[in-house]
């Protein structure tokens, strides 16, 4: 299943037929129970074997609360607002945190936003996102993000680039050395992406990573 199928998933309910046949159609089959991080205003469905992180939201009239247990929710008022599909990388630094795997079915096709009416724009209707996906990749196809940042400091104490494309719904998190210091911006080019969120454009700029 590639992403422009993925991208259809979003606004769908966390109990739909779509949400769990997608789910099955990237495990063969065998779901395993996700780890879930509930909040006062979303829930966190992580997959950190298929390297998959669902973002549901509260529908009308539904309240969360912090600290709640999967068998507590409701699922059918949970609503599909962003999903995180991940990048491993080969050699992973050690970490307390539990590691997402690497999403199964790379590459996936990412499909873009039509250029607004009257403005010429020579984007193409879909990218491709494979393993070896850099940075100039993705501004070739998509142009200058409309949101950017990390990088800063020092390499070994800073996050890595990241680029927002607000009306595609579409934000990048890029990894490796080419991705953190002084001089992450123009080593970025060649950065490798980690991490990819997509998620419902709305009128509001989202909140950066």
């Not at 599909?85 to 096709?109: C, R």
Request: proline share 7%; hydrophobic share 35%.
């Amino acid at each position: 299943m590639n992403l422009v199928l993925v991208q259809s998933l979003l606004g769908q309910l966390a109990s739909s037929d779509a949400v769990l046949s997608y789910l099955a159609s990237i495990s063969d089959g065998k779901i395993v129970g996700p780890d879930v991080k509930s909040y006062s205003d979303i829930v966190y469905y992580n997959y950190f074997s298929l390297g998959l992180s669902l973002q549901f939201v509260p529908a009308a009239q539904y309240k969360l609360k912090s600290g709640l247990a999967e068998r507590d929710l409701d699922r059918s008022r949970l609503i599909l607002d962003a999903i995180d599909i991940y990048h491993a990388p080969l050699n992973p630094k050690p970490t307390s945190k539990l590691p997402f795997a690497t999403y199964p079915h790379l590459p996936v096709t990412l499909q873009l936003a039509a250029a607004a009416e009257g403005e010429e724009s020579k984007r193409p209707q879909t990218f491709e996102v494979s393993t070896s996906s850099m940075g100039k990749d993705f501004v070739e196809a998509f142009g200058e993000p409309a949101r950017k940042g990390g990088g800063a400091g020092p390499s070994s104490g800073s996050i890595g680039i990241w680029c927002e494309w607000s009306t595609d719904g579409v934000l990048v998190e890029f990894g490796g050395d080419e991705a953190r210091g002084p001089q992450a911006w123009e080593r970025g080019k060649d950065a490798i992406w980690r991490v990819l969120t997509i998620y419902r454009p709305k009128d509001v700029e989202s909140t950066p990573p």
